[in-house]
Protein backbone atom coordinates (compact mmCIF):
# COMPACT_ATOMS: atom_id res chain seq x y z
CA UNK A 1 0.00 0.00 0.00
CA UNK A 2 1.50 3.36 -0.89
CA UNK A 3 0.33 6.84 0.51
CA UNK A 4 0.54 9.86 -1.21
CA UNK A 5 0.99 13.41 0.49
CA UNK A 6 -1.91 15.81 -0.41
CA UNK A 7 -0.69 19.31 -1.90
CA UNK A 8 -3.02 21.74 -0.40
CA UNK A 9 -4.10 24.25 -3.17
CA UNK A 10 -4.57 27.74 -1.29
CA UNK A 11 -7.51 29.57 -1.91
CA UNK A 12 -6.63 33.18 -3.64
CA UNK A 13 -7.48 36.23 -1.91
CA UNK A 14 -9.40 39.38 -3.07
CA UNK A 15 -8.26 40.76 -6.42
CA UNK A 16 -6.05 43.56 -5.97
CA UNK A 17 -2.85 45.37 -4.90
CA UNK A 18 -1.83 45.22 -1.54
CA UNK A 19 1.47 47.01 0.37
CA UNK A 20 3.94 45.44 2.16
CA UNK A 21 3.43 46.56 5.98
CA UNK A 22 7.08 46.58 6.49
CA UNK A 23 6.48 47.72 10.76
CA UNK A 24 4.73 44.21 10.33
CA UNK A 25 6.80 42.06 7.92
CA UNK A 26 10.35 40.05 8.67
CA UNK A 27 12.84 38.16 6.73
CA UNK A 28 14.23 35.08 8.80
CA UNK A 29 17.52 33.92 8.12
CA UNK A 30 19.25 30.54 9.14
CA UNK A 31 22.29 28.89 8.04
CA UNK A 32 25.32 26.82 9.51
CA UNK A 33 28.75 27.83 10.03
CA UNK A 34 32.23 26.72 11.92
CA UNK A 35 32.00 23.82 9.17
CA UNK A 36 28.78 22.63 9.63
CA UNK A 37 28.90 22.36 13.52
CA UNK A 38 26.91 25.74 14.87
CA UNK A 39 23.28 26.99 13.83
CA UNK A 40 22.83 30.73 13.10
CA UNK A 41 19.70 32.15 13.24
CA UNK A 42 19.12 36.05 11.90
CA UNK A 43 17.10 38.33 10.35
CA UNK A 44 16.69 40.98 7.98
CA UNK A 45 13.60 44.35 7.67
CA UNK A 46 11.25 44.23 4.73
CA UNK A 47 11.78 47.88 3.08
CA UNK A 48 8.89 47.87 1.08
CA UNK A 49 7.03 45.67 -1.54
CA UNK A 50 3.94 44.69 -3.11
CA UNK A 51 1.55 42.07 -3.68
CA UNK A 52 -0.46 41.58 -6.59
CA UNK A 53 -3.26 39.35 -6.72
CA UNK A 54 -4.92 38.75 -10.09
CA UNK A 55 -8.23 36.89 -10.61
CA UNK A 56 -6.42 33.93 -11.06
CA UNK A 57 -3.05 32.43 -9.48
CA UNK A 58 -1.48 33.03 -12.65
CA UNK A 59 -1.87 36.63 -12.83
CA UNK A 60 -0.53 37.69 -9.45
CA UNK A 61 2.87 39.06 -8.67
CA UNK A 62 4.90 40.20 -6.14
CA UNK A 63 7.91 42.29 -5.20
CA UNK A 64 9.78 42.88 -2.02
CA UNK A 65 13.21 45.22 -1.11
CA UNK A 66 15.20 43.54 1.66
CA UNK A 67 17.72 46.13 3.97
CA UNK A 68 20.89 44.35 3.65
CA UNK A 69 22.17 46.47 6.25
CA UNK A 70 19.34 45.18 8.74
CA UNK A 71 21.16 41.68 9.48
CA UNK A 72 20.78 41.06 12.68
CA UNK A 73 21.57 37.96 14.68
CA UNK A 74 22.25 38.89 18.07
CA UNK A 75 25.62 38.86 17.64
CA UNK A 76 27.88 42.45 17.20
CA UNK A 77 30.98 41.07 15.58
CA UNK A 78 28.63 38.34 13.36
CA UNK A 79 26.65 40.95 12.29
CA UNK A 80 29.34 43.10 11.36
CA UNK A 81 30.87 40.37 9.44
CA UNK A 82 28.39 39.87 7.39
CA UNK A 83 27.67 43.18 6.53
CA UNK A 84 30.93 43.85 5.70
CA UNK A 85 33.13 43.84 2.33
CA UNK A 86 33.60 40.12 2.15
CA UNK A 87 30.04 39.06 2.73
CA UNK A 88 26.88 41.06 1.97
CA UNK A 89 28.70 44.27 1.20
CA UNK A 90 26.20 46.56 2.50
CA UNK A 91 28.00 49.79 1.67
CA UNK A 92 27.82 48.85 -2.14
CA UNK A 93 24.89 46.85 -2.04
CA UNK A 94 22.38 47.91 0.62
CA UNK A 95 19.40 46.15 -0.73
CA UNK A 96 18.22 42.98 -2.18
CA UNK A 97 15.19 42.65 -3.99
CA UNK A 98 12.93 40.36 -5.30
CA UNK A 99 10.99 40.12 -8.16
CA UNK A 100 8.57 37.65 -9.39
CA UNK A 101 8.09 36.05 -12.56
CA UNK A 102 5.62 33.10 -11.77
CA UNK A 103 2.97 31.87 -9.37
CA UNK A 104 1.85 28.49 -9.79
CA UNK A 105 1.00 25.62 -8.21
CA UNK A 106 2.56 22.55 -8.68
CA UNK A 107 3.45 19.04 -6.77
CA UNK A 108 5.44 20.64 -4.14
CA UNK A 109 2.33 23.59 -3.71
CA UNK A 110 2.12 26.48 -4.74
CA UNK A 111 5.03 28.25 -6.11
CA UNK A 112 6.95 31.90 -6.35
CA UNK A 113 9.27 31.88 -9.40
CA UNK A 114 11.87 35.17 -9.00
CA UNK A 115 14.53 37.07 -9.71
CA UNK A 116 16.44 37.92 -6.31
CA UNK A 117 18.86 40.62 -7.23
CA UNK A 118 21.83 41.02 -4.32
CA UNK A 119 25.63 41.69 -4.25
CA UNK A 120 25.20 42.91 -8.05
CA UNK A 121 24.00 39.44 -9.03
CA UNK A 122 20.61 38.45 -10.14
CA UNK A 123 19.61 34.97 -9.44
CA UNK A 124 16.58 33.06 -10.06
CA UNK A 125 15.10 31.55 -6.62
CA UNK A 126 11.51 29.72 -5.74
CA UNK A 127 9.65 30.35 -2.83
CA UNK A 128 6.99 27.66 -1.38
CA UNK A 129 3.86 29.64 -0.33
CA UNK A 130 3.14 28.17 2.72
CA UNK A 131 -0.23 30.30 3.52
CA UNK A 132 -1.85 32.86 2.88
CA UNK A 133 -4.70 34.21 4.61
CA UNK A 134 -7.22 37.43 4.73
CA UNK A 135 -7.91 37.95 8.48
CA UNK A 136 -10.05 41.55 6.91
CA UNK A 137 -10.85 42.52 3.45
CA UNK A 138 -7.94 45.18 3.09
CA UNK A 139 -5.19 42.82 4.67
CA UNK A 140 -3.24 39.56 3.55
CA UNK A 141 -1.17 37.35 5.78
CA UNK A 142 1.90 35.66 3.67
CA UNK A 143 4.03 32.50 5.50
CA UNK A 144 6.79 31.86 2.60
CA UNK A 145 10.22 30.41 2.48
CA UNK A 146 13.08 30.31 0.41
CA UNK A 147 15.16 26.96 1.22
CA UNK A 148 18.67 25.95 0.71
CA UNK A 149 19.96 28.92 -1.45
CA UNK A 150 23.87 29.40 -2.26
CA UNK A 151 25.38 32.47 -1.66
CA UNK A 152 28.11 31.74 -4.61
CA UNK A 153 25.33 31.98 -7.00
CA UNK A 154 25.18 35.79 -5.12
CA UNK A 155 28.74 36.44 -6.31
CA UNK A 156 29.37 35.73 -1.98
CA UNK A 157 32.42 33.80 -2.18
CA UNK A 158 34.30 34.79 1.05
CA UNK A 159 34.94 33.29 4.99
CA UNK A 160 34.84 29.63 3.19
CA UNK A 161 33.93 27.39 6.13
CA UNK A 162 33.41 29.57 8.78
CA UNK A 163 30.31 30.93 6.87
CA UNK A 164 27.52 28.44 5.58
CA UNK A 165 27.46 28.11 1.86
CA UNK A 166 23.53 27.17 1.91
CA UNK A 167 21.15 29.05 3.65
CA UNK A 168 17.09 29.42 4.40
CA UNK A 169 14.83 32.08 4.30
CA UNK A 170 11.53 32.51 6.00
CA UNK A 171 9.00 35.35 4.91
CA UNK A 172 6.15 36.53 7.55
CA UNK A 173 4.56 38.79 6.02
CA UNK A 174 1.49 41.33 6.59
CA UNK A 175 0.24 43.19 3.86
CA UNK A 176 -2.57 46.06 3.31
CA UNK A 177 -4.90 46.77 0.10
CA UNK A 178 -3.52 50.20 -1.29
CA UNK A 179 -6.01 52.62 -2.34
CA UNK A 180 -6.83 53.10 -5.28
Known amino acids: MT ?50 VGLSLGESKASATIDAASFSSNSAKRDADVKGASLLDVARYPRIGFTSTDVRTDGRGTMLAGIVAMHGVETPVEVAVVSWEAPTSDKLH ?5 THLDRHAFGITGSRGLVGR ?7 VVAVRAES
Request: hydrophobic fraction near 45%.
Open 3 to 52: SQSAIEVLAIPDAGTYRIDSELSNVTYSSRHMFGLGKVHAGFRLVSGLLE
Open 142 to 146: VLARA
Open 166 to 172: YFDLAFD
